[in-house]
């Protein structure tokens, strides 16, 4: 009794009360507490504000305009060239980027994952891309590909791919391949890593009982390598995709959406509607189409990759 | 047969490293070239023949960077970002992973599933509303108020990856402290948390190096001197003055100098908590 006295007044008293809450089932609660409000407050909440935004006019250079307009800009986006080119952008940089950092990527993990001697060394240069920030990572490759100084018009020249030096990003023609050049430099590490660690975990007795049924190293990897990947394959896309559509940095520094709208992507469009137009509700109504467009093809791919696998 | 099952691996090994010196040079080369660039006088480099290694190395592009620009402002901005980031995602995050990985209770794949799907909103579709929402209460413009909105897609991040070495813990130790006496609250803070020591860095380092790299949020919320980070500044400044090839490759190099130093470190137990919290998400 006088002991339980003595305890309350020490010091530590907010450390026991504390550790006589743990015991407590609140505690569990309590741990969430902390993290929920904050998520609630910077993601939930500006998620759905962004919904409440995009059925009204707010511009922040014209305060007077301000009100509700319903679906006006969705109905004006149907009729909006930008909007279906970035879209169209949006699908071939998606898509070709990811194809070429999963080939990347794959060929990178299986030579990694032979464990030579010297491999955990490349291992670990090979992933530094995918840390670099992209506003280095554009302006580095800006240099490397300028139309007067670049090195690889150099090279190119010099081995003789081309005749002249070319302007990469200023030929409409050739904008969006050098682009997805550079994403693919900056993003298939993260491919090689995941395909990696999937590879790791491939029991090595498949292969030995395989080879003594008499497959050879290419039925091996049709029948046991690629099935037992298929899920880091799946997890890897997804999570790839959800990022690309998502981030507008590497267009922003590389091109800016041009020359004309030859490199604008929907991500890029929406943040220069907001950032240079002020044009906050049609920004906002861009951002959920795109967000909408990103929930419906993840629903209908995780049901195309489960459905294989069954 | 003997023979040519080893010629076969030999051939096999000299295939291997061909393409893991390709990939390499891929990797790496850009970021020599900058290096390169950065060590060059103006004239090495506005050649109409190229010039590939530096007639004479020159540190001048790095003391212009510092000297001549507000670089070390940017820098000093992008320092206490990532740092009032760092601290946030693992003072809240931190007890939310432990949560989850420890504790069972009612929703809670639901509430982790909640974390992860936080991924999928489009930046911008965040952005927009958290800009309003900042100005209404002044925070626009401000660090913290630049790192609050950072943890927008880095706590869950850090939260999910330290769920992961949460979970490679063992539990025993744990238990045998709560059969001890030991509150519940006790234990996690002198038995898990140091157990999961590596992790709670890894983690930490890899979301600091996602503020420290972080550009679209920082473009939008920061407009002057006060909260500018690096990367908008950097940005800015080539949109500005024309910045010479030479010193932008050098502010290049210098703000990647912690990223990779960071990452040299901690590198293992980064790509165990990433691969790990990819492959379980």
Same mark, same amino acid.
């Given at each position: 009794?006088?002991?339980?006295?003595?305890?309350?007044?020490?010091?530590?008293?907010p450390?026991?009360?504390?550790?006589?809450?743990?015991?407590?089932?609140?505690?569990?609660?309590?741990?969430?507490?902390?993290?929920?409000?904050?998520?609630?407050?910077?993601?939930?909440?500006?998620?759905? @504000?962004?919904?409440?935004?995009?059925v009204?006019?707010?511009?922040?250079?014209r305060?007077?305009?301000?009100?509700?307009?319903?679906?006006?800009?969705?109905v004006?986006?149907?009729?909006d060239r #930008?909007?279906? *080119?970035?879209?169209?952008?949006?699908?071939?940089w998606v898509?070709?980027? *990811?194809?070429?950092?999963?080939?990347l990527?794959?060929?990178?993990?299986v030579a990694?994952?032979?464990?030579?001697?010297?491999t955990?060394?490349?291992?670990?240069?090979?992933?530094?891309? @995918?840390?670099?920030p992209?506003? $280095? &990572?554009?302006?580095?490759?800006?240099?490397?590909?300028?139309?007067r100084?670049?090195?690889?018009?150099?090279?190119? $020249?010099g081995?003789?791919?081309?005749?002249?030096?070319?302007?990469?990003?200023?030929?409409?023609?050739?904008?969006?391949a050098?682009t997805?050049?550079?994403? &693919?430099?900056?993003?298939?590490?993260?491919?090689?890593?995941?395909?990696?660690?999937?590879?790791?975990?491939?029991?090595?007795?498949?292969?030995?009982?395989?080879?003594?049924?008499?497959?050879g190293p290419?039925?091996?990897?049709?029948?046991?390598?690629?099935?037992?990947?298929?899920?880091?394959?799946a997890a890897?896309?997804?999570?790839?995709v959800?990022?690309? #559509?998502?981030?507008?940095?590497?267009?922003?520094?590389?091109?800016?959406?041009?020359?004309?709208?030859?490199?604008? $992507?929907? !991500?890029?469009?929406?943040?220069?509607?907001a950032?240079?137009?002020?044009n906050?509700?049609y /920004?906002g109504?861009?951002? +959920?189409?795109?967000?909408?467009?990103?929930?419906?093809?993840?629903?209908?791919?995780?049901?195309?990759?489960?459905?294989?696998?069954? | 047969?003997l023979?040519t099952?080893r010629?076969?691996?030999?051939a096999?090994?000299?295939l291997t490293?061909?393409v893991?010196?390709t990939?390499t040079?891929?990797?790496?080369g850009?970021?020599?070239?900058?290096?390169?660039?950065?060590?060059?006088?103006?004239?090495?480099? +506005?050649?109409?023949?190229?010039?590939?290694?530096?007639?004479?190395?020159?540190?001048q592009?790095?003391?212009?960077?510092w000297t001549q !620009?507000n670089?070390?402002?940017?820098?000093a901005?992008?320092? +206490? #970002?990532?740092?009032?980031?760092?601290v946030i995602?693992?003072?809240t995050?931190?007890?939310?992973?432990?949560a989850?990985?420890?504790?069972?209770?009612?929703?809670?794949?639901?509430?982790m599933l909640?974390y992860?799907l936080?991924?999928?909103?489009?930046?911008?579709?965040v952005?927009?509303p958290?800009?309003?929402?900042m100005?209404?209460?002044g %925070?626009?413009?401000?660090?913290?108020? %630049?790192?609050? /909105?950072?943890?927008s897609?880095?706590l869950?991040?850090?939260?999910?990856m330290l769920?992961?070495?949460?979970? &490679?813990?063992?539990?025993?130790?744990?238990?045998?402290?709560?059969?001890?006496?030991?509150?519940?609250?006790?234990?996690?803070?002198?038995?898990?948390?140091?157990?999961?020591?590596?992790?709670?860095?890894?983690?930490?380092?890899?979301?600091?190096?996602?503020?420290?790299?972080?550009f *679209?949020? /920082?473009?939008?919320?920061?407009?002057?001197?006060?909260?500018?980070?690096?990367?908008?500044?950097?940005q800015?400044?080539?949109g500005?003055?024309?910045?010479?090839?030479?010193?932008l490759?050098?502010g290049?190099?210098?703000?990647?100098?912690?990223v990779? #130093?960071?990452?040299?470190?901690?590198?293992?137990?980064?790509?165990?908590?990433l691969?790990?919290?990819?492959?379980k998400?």
């Amino acid at each position: 009794m006088r002991r339980d006295h003595m305890k309350s007044i020490l010091p530590r008293g907010p450390i026991t009360l504390l550790g006589n809450l743990s015991e407590t089932r609140y505690w569990v609660y309590l741990l969430l507490f902390p993290s929920l409000v904050l998520l609630l407050l910077v993601v939930a909440y500006p998620t759905l @504000y962004g919904f409440v935004i995009s059925v009204r006019e707010m511009r922040l250079t014209r305060p007077g305009l301000n009100g509700w307009v319903g679906m006006k800009h969705y109905v004006a986006m149907m009729s909006d060239r #930008v909007f279906w *080119i970035s879209l169209k952008n949006t699908a071939i940089w998606v898509t070709a980027a *990811i194809a070429i950092e999963v080939t990347l990527g794959f060929v990178a993990a299986v030579a990694l994952n032979r464990n030579l001697p010297g491999t955990k060394l490349f291992g670990v240069l090979i992933l530094l891309p @995918y840390f670099l920030p992209n506003v $280095v &990572a554009g302006h580095m490759w800006a240099l490397l590909l300028d139309p007067r100084l670049g090195v690889i018009n150099d090279l190119l $020249v010099g081995i003789g791919i081309l005749s002249t030096y070319k302007a990469w990003f200023a030929d409409p023609a050739t904008a969006l391949a050098a682009t997805i050049l550079v994403e &693919a430099w900056h993003g298939f590490p993260f491919f090689a890593l995941l395909f990696l660690a999937g590879l790791k975990g491939i029991p090595e007795d498949l292969y030995k009982a395989a080879a003594v049924d008499g497959a050879g190293p290419v039925r091996q990897f049709r029948l046991i390598t690629v099935p037992m990947l298929k899920t880091v394959i799946a997890a890897a896309v997804i999570l790839r995709v959800i990022s690309l #559509v998502n981030s507008p940095d590497l267009l922003l520094v590389l091109t800016g959406g041009g020359p004309g709208n030859a490199t604008q $992507v929907l !991500s890029l469009y929406a943040f220069q509607t907001a950032y240079r137009e002020f044009n906050f509700g049609y /920004a906002g109504a861009l951002s +959920v189409v795109m967000f909408i467009l990103l929930m419906l093809f993840a629903t209908i791919y995780i049901r195309l990759t489960r459905v294989t696998k069954e | 047969m003997l023979k040519t099952s080893r010629s076969r691996r030999l051939a096999g090994d000299i295939l291997t490293y061909a393409v893991l010196t390709t990939l390499t040079t891929f990797c790496l080369g850009p970021i020599l070239w900058m290096f390169l660039t950065s060590l060059k006088t103006e004239a090495d480099i +506005v050649t109409s023949h190229m010039q590939y290694i530096p007639r004479t190395v020159t540190f001048q592009n790095y003391v212009a960077i510092w000297t001549q !620009s507000n670089f070390p402002v940017l820098i000093a901005n992008s320092l +206490v #970002v990532t740092t009032i980031t760092v601290v946030i995602c693992v003072l809240t995050g931190t007890l939310a992973a432990y949560a989850f990985a420890r504790l069972p209770f009612k929703g809670r794949d639901k509430i982790m599933l909640g974390y992860l799907l936080v991924r999928m909103f489009p930046a911008v579709m965040v952005i927009i509303p958290l800009y309003v929402m900042m100005r209404t209460v002044g %925070l626009v413009d401000s660090r913290f108020g %630049l790192a609050l /909105a950072y943890t927008s897609f880095l706590l869950p991040l850090f939260a999910w990856m330290l769920k992961g070495f949460f979970d &490679a813990a063992p539990k025993e130790l744990e238990s045998a402290a709560r059969i001890d006496g030991s509150t519940r609250l006790g234990a996690m803070v002198r038995i898990v948390l140091p157990l999961a020591r590596n992790g709670l860095v890894a983690s930490s380092v890899f979301i600091a190096i996602a503020a420290w790299n972080e550009f *679209i949020f /920082a473009l939008m919320l920061t407009t002057g001197q006060g909260s500018r980070t690096w990367p908008v500044g950097l940005q800015l400044m080539v949109g500005e003055f024309q910045l010479p090839w030479g010193v932008l490759a050098a502010g290049g190099i210098l703000s990647i100098l912690p990223v990779v #130093v960071l990452f040299a470190i901690v590198q293992r137990a980064m790509v165990q908590g990433l691969t790990a919290g990819a492959i379980k998400g």
